[in-house]
RNA sequence: UCCCCGAUAGCUCAACGGUAGAGCGAUCGGCUGUUAACCGAUAGGUUCUAGGUUCAAAUCCUAGUCGGGGAGCCA
């Protein structure tokens, strides 16, 4: 079958144009008695809207199958795009044959012609894509994804796949998954009594993937500039609508880089994705401004058009101190900052993206750089409204002697390390980075209140369903 | 993990100690072009689970399960 996407007829299609479209029925008028006539509004997923299909009593199925059809069905029309004599759409689809290629029960299809919520919906992941909201966030979703390769295939990054499966068990972030092959029924023993991982697949312990930073600064301390866009994995308990146990996150690398020139490097990337959904997503970005959260169109319109503030965390706590609000969480040099804190910097007192630089070396991993006064390392969070941080990055310790010293300060072990610590004995250079959550840039872009609602299955603590 | 809130028809909700209701959806019928169509009728519920209080529990109490929001952790 040769068929025309429904994007494509609405667009570029004139009138007169004989095509045949495929796609699930979303809603369905039918007349009966003495004029029967049936109205089919089809979605193929290509575009949000829907193209009527206008079905005549003379087709040949028209009472065994036509005005029997209920949403969810799936058929393929075949007709002349003739201009609407209604209201609501300019052209639709005069059928001449109108096949039903698979039924749905209108007594059990979860998905009505009516409004459902997204909690409803998250128990029908597998149908929900067939829905506005969910056909909307895919294809943004699928826009942002290109973007991102896109912004570094044009400045000449490498996209490197590094390993989903790693055996280094502090990477610095997060409790994370164990991948096992032992029989948890029969678990090999050692002498002393505790699990002999030797036995297990690969001769030791190893867990899903929580960053791939560590492999990613290897191949840009060779290739310069590199990228990787994977599947991330951390076992926190946390239950917020920001939190996935399994996301996708970008993480770029760069050779000869500093600070500045990551925080150079993050916020061009961030309007260079909020750029060209805006210019490639208008259908879908306009439905989210009407149904979802008003602000969306402006705030990307804002934040792609405006220079992020940039302050250290010194000058954001003097900020918070000398705002005179009451804090739930006290401010105070050397501590985390909180949400609130966070989000009065992002929303009230710049209202636009807020890059923090320069964190106390006590609350920030051992491989960022340590800055000259002894106290500060050399980090950077992008924060935006509503979602907070959305970007955490650093330069990387380059120094050998300083990096080994600020792995004993977190009680790591060198020598676990000795591949990462190689990297500083053989022509080191300054580099940076950062990490970017793909499903937080899709909420922000669309407006979606909750990150399960933005990636097709999502897992969450006690959540592993399809 | 902590703190709140919730669970009643397929869906969204009402009933707040006295025999369980509406809208939408579904089914059947009607309607000369509709727009989540409209009009009429019909069907549909061990009120999340297990205990308890009471003459009487959807309603009050206890525990659990699941869901949502906030917090922490972070992307």
Redesign the pocket.
């Known amino acids: 079958m040769k068929r025309t996407l429904i994007k494509d007829a609405l667009a570029a299609m004139p009138v007169g144009t004989e095509l045949t479209v495929a796609g699930w029925v ?12 049936s ?1 089919v ?1 089809l979605n193929d997923g290509s575009c949000l809207a829907t193209l ?1 299909v ?1 079905a ?1 009593a003379a087709l040949e199925n028209f009472v065994s199958e036509v005005q ?1 059809l ?2 969810g069905c799936s058929v393929a029309a075949t007709g002349r795009l ?1 201009a ?6 300019a052209v ?1 689809l ?1 059928a001449s044959r109108l096949r039903v290629v698979g039924w749905a ?3 059990t ?2 998905v ?9 919906l ?2 029908q992941a597998h149908l929900r894509p067939r829905t506005n909201t969910f056909g909307a966030v895919t294809r943004v979703r699928n826009a942002i994804s290109f973007a991102i390769h896109e912004f570094f295939q044009q400045r000449g990054f490498v996209y490197v796949n590094t390993p989903i499966i790693t055996a280094s068990d502090c990477e610095g ?2 409790q994370m998954f164990r991948v096992s092959t032992l029989d948890p029924a029969k678990l090999p023993r050692t002498p002393e009594g505790n699990v002999n991982f030797a036995e297990d697949f690969f001769g030791r312990q190893t867990y899903l993937t929580v ?1 791939g930073q560590l492999e990613g600064e290897t191949y840009a301390c060779a290739l310069g500039n590199v990228y990787t866009f994977g599947p ?1 994995f ?1 076992a ?10 399994e ?1 996708w ?1 970008i993480e770029p690398e760069m050779a000869f880089c500093d600070l500045a020139g990551d925080a150079d490097l993050a916020e061009e990337f961030l309007k260079h994705i909020f750029t060209a959904v805006l210019t490639r997503c208008r259908e879908d970005m306009a439905f989210f401004a009407e149904h979802i959260d008003k602000t969306v169109i402006d705030t990307l319109t804002h934040i792609a058009a405006s220079p992020f503030e940039r302050l250290s965390y010194t000058q954001a706590i003097d900020i918070l101190t000398r705002s005179g609000k009451s804090w ?2 006290p401010i105070a040099w050397g501590g ?1 900052l ?3 804190h ?2 009065y910097l992002t929303e009230e007192v710049f209202n636009k993206p807020v890059i923090l630089t320069d964190y106390p070396a006590q ?1 920030k991993p051992f491989y960022m750089r340590s800055n000259d006064d002894g106290k500060t390392v050399a980090a950077m ?2 924060l935006v409204p509503k ?6 990055g650093s330069q990387r310790e380059e120094r050998l002697d300083v990096l080994v010293e600020k792995m004993k300060n977190s009680h790591l072990r060198p020598e676990d390390y000795w591949w990462y610590l190689d990297l500083r004995r053989y022509g080191t250079v300054e580099h940076a980075g950062f ?3 793909l ?2 840039t899709v909420q922000f872009a669309t407006g979606m ?4 609602d933005v990636i097709p299955y999502p897992r ?4 592993a369903e399809f």
Request: glycine letters at 10%.
């Open positions: 979303r809603t369905v008028r039918n007349h009966k008695g003495t004029h029967p006539l109205f509004n009527q206008v005549p029997r209920s949403a003739v609407s004599q209604g209201k609501g759409q639709e005069l029960d209108a007594e299809y979860p009505q012609q009516k409004h459902h919520t997204f909690e409803f998250r128990a972030a997060g960053s991330t951390r926190e308990n946390s239950n917020t609508p920001r939190h996935l146990a996301f996150m739930e969480y985390d909180q949400t609130e966070e989000r609350i969070d992008v979602i907070g941080e959305i970007i955490g990490g970017l959550g499903e937080r209140a909750n990150i399960r969450t603590p006690g959540s």
